[in-house]
Every structure is written in structure tokens, then in C-alpha cells.
């Protein structure tokens, strides 16, 4: 065979593979119009990758401000436990909160993890979240964000997260005031944060 045979050959497969690609491409996309609902394998998975339980200590209230009630809550530590990643979580960050007049507002926390293995890791966890009676059934869902050094753990920086919160609040307790019991408020003693990879 010679060169030029074999040349031929070569670009007439190239020639029909190319087009029956395209065919193939146009028939699905001439099968899924634009807006229409993906096939289930095309959805994005999420993975329970570790929780945190985060303490914190009490409110500091700045007060109304131009953008809303302003105030923030000290993370005085915690632990993490879960199939990805297990340690402490560090004293010194911060829970910014900002609320507005209908009931939603922004969290944002801004603290410091270190894994089991003595790697310090950077977490700012962001959410919008509202809270108003109208949207009492509305789940509020956090977008984490991780800073990590080179190595064994910055497979979160190459993630996509959301993450759920609930509010551990410590029991009411009855104290006599002016000759009566009264039931103190429940007061926050630390927030659970489970996070979810997604794939």
C-alpha cells in the first residue's frame, strides 16, 4: 500500500468520524431544547464530607447601623469529626451577622480549622438567609470556602461546598426573681455545621 493510499485512508476515517460526532452531537441536541430538566446522571451529587461543632460565646450588639443591625459572636473553638477530614476547631475567629428590616440577613465566619495531622486550614463560610415568618420553611444553605497549604488537604480548595447549620441552645433554667420562678431564655452554646461535597 502506498503512502498516499494510506494517507487517504487516514484523513476519509478522520473525515467520517468527525461527521458522525457531529451528527450525534446535533441529535442530542436537538433532543434536549434549552431550559429543559438534565438526565439524572448530569446532576450534581453532594457527599457528607465532615461536621463541625463550633462553641461560641456571647453576642457583641454594635447596633442599627445604615445597612441593617450589626453585631458579631466570637468562635471560642470545637471539634470536627467525619470520613474526610477530623481536628479542632480554633479559638479566634468570628460569626459577622448582619440583619435587615424584612427578617433576612448575611452570616459570614471567619475562623481557623487544624486537621488531625497539625495543618491549619482557613475557612470563611458566607450565607444570605431569611428568617421571617413568610419564610419559615425556607432552609438556609452556606457556601464554605477553604484556604489550605500545599499538600494532603487542599482537595478543599479544588471543592465546591455547601454546608447546613443548626443551633444547639443550652436548656432553660427557672431562677426566682421578686419572690417568683422565672425560666431564663435557652442560650446559644455552639452551632453544628455539616458539610457537603459536590460532585
Not at 3 to 18: G, I, P, Q, V
Amino acid at each position: 500500500m502506498s503512502n498516499h493510499t494510506s494517507m487517504y485512508r487516514k484523513l476519509l476515517f478522520a473525515t467520517l468520524f468527525a461527521m458522525g460526532l457531529l451528527i450525534t452531537t446535533t441529535t442530542i441536541l436537538a433532543q434536549s431544547p434549552l431550559g429543559s430538566q438534565p438526565a439524572a446522571e448530569q446532576l450534581p451529587r453532594s457527599e457528607f464530607v465532615f461536621e463541625e461543632r463550633v462553641n461560641v460565646g456571647e453576642a457583641v450588639k454594635v447596633g442599627d447601623t445604615a445597612f441593617g443591625f450589626r453585631q458579631y459572636i466570637p468562635i471560642t473553638g470545637g471539634k470536627i469529626a467525619g470520613p474526610k477530614l477530623n481536628g479542632d476547631v480554633l479559638p479566634g475567629g468570628w460569626d459577622y451577622q448582619l440583619w435587615l428590616g424584612n427578617g433576612c440577613g448575611t452570616l459570614s465566619a471567619d475562623y481557623f480549622l487544624r486537621a488531625d495531622d497539625g495543618t491549619i486550614i482557613h475557612i470563611l463560610n458566607e450565607s444570605f438567609t431569611c428568617t421571617s415568618p413568610q419564610t419559615k420553611d425556607e432552609r438556609s444553605f452556606f457556601h464554605p470556602r477553604f484556604e489550605v497549604p500545599k499538600g494532603k488537604h487542599d482537595w478543599l480548595m479544588r471543592s465546591t461546598f455547601v454546608a447546613t447549620l443548626e443551633l444547639e441552645m443550652s436548656p432553660s433554667e427557672s431562677k426566682p426573681k421578686d419572690g417568683k420562678q422565672e425560666a431564663s431564655a435557652p442560650k446559644l452554646e455552639a452551632v453544628r455545621i455539616k458539610f457537603y461535597q459536590i460532585k
